[in-house]
């Protein structure tokens, strides 16, 4: 059976509402919405991306049966927070994912409760965008600050993603590589890898994300939850892109990044923060995890830029492969609709400097 969210990825509303960047970086949809067949050709992020999220979705869906007991097995809690510019209330949900680890058997955070609304007019609003501009336009290929598109912030840290698991899981697996360090997490979103970490006891975690509203989220979890000392974990805005201004948090023994991977632009971010990671510290730690797959070239940048930093630096670079597994009945957010989705992925993880 066809799920809701493949027929929602088919369709965008277009043009027939309303929508403006609100304060906190979300695009508000206010009247109300036609719904219109998208074309599936042409270049740019919203379709390359939304087929993505129709294959992951595709993989092999557990029985209706399996889902129930799923469900059953989980106690979710809400609560309401206040986003601090627009002074909009917004619920949240929590969700327990189970890392099955002896160390760590399973960590809450704090998810947008209708994250539907916020998503899909991203979508349209970048829909709008691409019948508005050419696809070189710098709106598609930078963060050029002179750009005249308006800024719209990604909503996908409002929710968990499988690669958030798989960090979680690799950091019980390889815990000298957190005990008493310090960790810096990129695109942290609601803060799986983030809590991993400081409850496996890293000495700080300096959690970044560009979205405000998701690291407002990520607090909260790291406020409800008694394993984590206080002061351990502490929040900061970065932007990937911003590498002039912007520069990686000191000191950093790990560098995480869970599952930011999901296009080209932001894939080759993380290969130039990584090489800046390197250049600094030469024994630094770097675990990156992918349940998107979005970005074959990846693997291959990331050595070339890391292989560069060694040269220049006189040291020595082993080349690194992803490790690839499936992970099954990952549950999580429906994303572009407000129901959970459970489904089996493929996450790919490598480690760099173990
Ligand atoms: C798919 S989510 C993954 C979140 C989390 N790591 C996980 O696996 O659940 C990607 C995250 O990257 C963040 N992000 C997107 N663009 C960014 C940028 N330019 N700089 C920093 N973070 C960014 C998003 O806000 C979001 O939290």
Known sequence: MKRPLLLTLSVSCLLAFRRHPSADGFVVATTTKTTTTTTTTGSGTILYSSRRFATILKDTPLSPQQQQQQQQQCFRKERTIRLPKSGREVTLISRTLPIDSNLLQNITVWEWKNPSEVVNAYWDAQTHQMTTMTASSSAFTSKDPSSNAPSLLDPFGLMTWPGSVKAAQELCRHIDAVQGRHVVVLGA???????????????????????????????????????????????????????????????????????????????????????????RNPKIQLLITDSQRFVPTFIEDLNTALEAVAVAEGRNFEKVDWHVETMEGFTGSGVMIDDDQMYNVKVQHVWIGL
């Not at 206080?230 to 990686?248: E, G, R």
């Not at 995480?256 to 130039?272: F, G, H, M, T």
């Open 189 to 279: 979103g609601v803060g799986v890898e983030t809590q991993a970490a400081s409850i496996l006891g890293a000495k700080q975690v300096i959690s970044t994300d560009i979205h405000p509203t998701t690291l407002q989220q990520l607090q909260v979890g790291i406020d409800q939850e008694p394993r984590i000392p206080s002061d351990v974990v502490q929040t900061q805005i970065l932007d990937l892109f911003a590498i002039d201004h912007q520069p990686l948090p000191t000191p950093c023994d790990l560098l995480v990044a869970a599952d930011v991977l999901y296009n080209e632009q932001l894939a080759k971010q993380i290969c130039r923060r990584c090489a800046e990671a390197y250049r």
